[in-house]
């Protein structure tokens, strides 16, 4: 089965305080990619970053940083020094194929993240 | 580039109605999907079309509803005697397979409310 959970449904934490958004996944696949989306009240999702199986090395970009575990199926998100713009619901989802040109997309439930000034 | 752009915004309708909604994908890609998001819930994969062929559709499309990219460029996705369970977002994606595979680029969503 393909699944993806996010156990966290809200999150709220005060303006600079550092935050980890917790992303599980299920795949039969071992070649699979793994993704982040931030969807503010505006409502559209925003594309945050993408992660091939093979690459398990951590990412940082500015104050966002992305934890690829393999080994614990888990792709953590972690803001640093988080700011009330960092509202949003984010989601985390799975794309099990390759060799495909069809990378639907399997979704968390999403974690919404409050952030207080 | 004006990205993906969904019409109309908003369609309240009621229970029995047809209704359709159309996606424009960003100009250069030739890849679609439709996607359906109700409150507090990821989205969930409809339906997926390469250029003009739909290629793949989720067992959520019912016979109710059909999909369409006539020319490979926009699409249409038509609910036929809507049910109060159609309220929902119906978000639409394009990709490219010049970027990265799997990342998709949605458009703002289109709310049906079925009262």
């Known amino acids: 089965a393909q699944k993806v959970t996010q156990a966290q449904t809200e999150i709220s934490v005060v303006e600079k305080e550092d935050v980890t958004l917790d992303c599980v996944y299920e795949?039969?696949?071992?070649?699979?990619?793994l993704f982040w989306y931030k969807q503010p009240p505006s409502g559209e999702l925003v594309f945050l970053i993408r992660?091939?199986?093979?690459d398990e090395q951590n990412e940082i970009s500015g104050r966002y940083s992305w934890n690829f575990q393999k080994s614990t199926s888990s792709f953590n998100f972690t803001i640093t020094a988080s700011q009330v713009v960092d509202s949003a619901v984010y989601f985390c989802a799975l794309s099990p194929r390759s060799g495909d040109s069809n990378y639907q997309l399997i979704w968390g439930a999403g974690t919404k993240l409050i952030i207080k000034p | 580039d004006t990205g993906v752009s969904q019409d109309p915004r908003h369609k309240i309708t009621k229970r029995g109605q047809n209704v359709t909604f159309r996606c424009d994908p960003i100009s250069e890609h030739n890849r679609l999907y439709w996607y359906r998001q109700t409150l507090g819930q990821g989205p969930e994969f409809l339906t997926y079309f390469q250029n003009e062929a739909q290629l793949e559709k989720s067992r959520l499309l019912s016979d109710r509803f059909s999909a369409e990219r006539p020319k490979g460029s926009f699409s249409t996705l038509e609910i036929q005697r809507t049910e109060q369970g159609d309220s929902a977002m119906y978000l639409c994606?394009?990709?490219?397979?010049?970027?990265?595979?799997?990342?998709?680029?949605f458009g703002p969503g289109t709310r049906l409310t079925v009262t």
């Open positions: 992660r091939n199986s093979f």
């Open positions: 795949t039969r696949d071992t070649t699979y990619y």
């Open positions: 994606a394009s990709s490219s397979p010049r970027l990265a595979a799997g990342e998709q680029y």
